[in-house]
């Protein structure tokens, strides 16, 4: 790459260089040969293709799973949890030992313990990764409280289970919810049970989802906070 001197117009080609305007410099480097037919067809790019692939069905499912729980997730950093989910379902394809590169798929991968146990703890909400230690015994998810952390403005803190079941191969999904429990900031008990919502016909992958939104308390009612960054959106 250089840059060069040019009066007056110039050729956007010179043997196997271009040239182009670089704010007010002019730019020449040699040409490198990437056409869309050669990333299509050439081996060199193989490795793209696969990359490409696999993305592209990661994103589409990643996108289906955020739209059963579009009521949930925080709306204020959506592109940070796009990404956040996008970049941990990627991490799981290697748990698809069936099919070769650029054709794994989540759906054989996610039939895996191992890979379901890697989405275990995982924050939708990676602002708020907080620490919450929880436990599900009979029916009953409990959870410690000393990780929750006070956004400005917020008085009471509501909780409220989720039990999805998502069927990675065919993108439906079943979601049951349980009522929202109100509590004070300031009074907040140490640990707090509540129940798991029972889902009778289950289609796809079992998930305990905990959702934490935070409110403040205006004329005796709650009201959520205008900035929702603050919501935990946890997998048990």
Do not use: W
């Not at 989405?119 to 929750?148: V, W, Y």
């Not at 400005?152 to 349980?178: I, M, P, Q, R, Y």
């Not at 906070?225 to 935990?232: A, I, W, Y």
């Amino acid at each position: 790459m250089a840059r060069v001197k040019v009066e007056g117009e110039f050729p956007k080609r010179i043997d196997d260089y271009v040239l182009y305007k670089l704010e007010d410099q002019i730019i020449m480097r040699a040409k490198s040969g990437f056409t869309t037919k050669a990333l299509k067809t050439s081996p060199k790019y193989a490795l793209s293709r696969q990359n490409a692939s696999e993305f592209g069905r990661v994103s589409s499912t990643c996108k289906e799973l955020r739209l059963a729980l579009k009521d949930y997730l925080p709306k204020k950093n959506n592109l940070l949890v796009v990404n956040n989910l996008t970049k941990k379902m990627r991490q799981l394809l290697v748990f698809d030992t069936e099919s070769i590169r650029g054709e794994r798929t989540l759906a054989k991968a996610l039939v895996t313990i191992e890979a379901q146990n890697q989405l275990k703890r995982f924050h939708f909400n990676p602002e708020m990764a907080i620490s919450l230690d929880c436990t599900i015994t009979n029916n009953q998810l409990q959870f410690t409280t000393d990780g929750i952390v006070l956004p400005d403005g917020g008085t009471s803190v509501s909780c409220t289970v989720l039990t999805l079941a998502f069927n990675f191969e065919t993108k439906t999904n079943s979601l049951c919810e349980s009522d929202k429990h109100f509590y004070n900031l300031t009074t907040l008990p140490n640990s707090i049970t509540l129940e798991v919502p029972k889902m009778e016909l289950t289609d796809g992958i079992l998930f305990t989802i905990l959702v934490l939104d935070f409110y403040k308390e205006l004329d005796g009612t709650y009201v959520p906070l205008e900035d929702d960054r603050s919501k935990v959106v946890v997998i048990i």
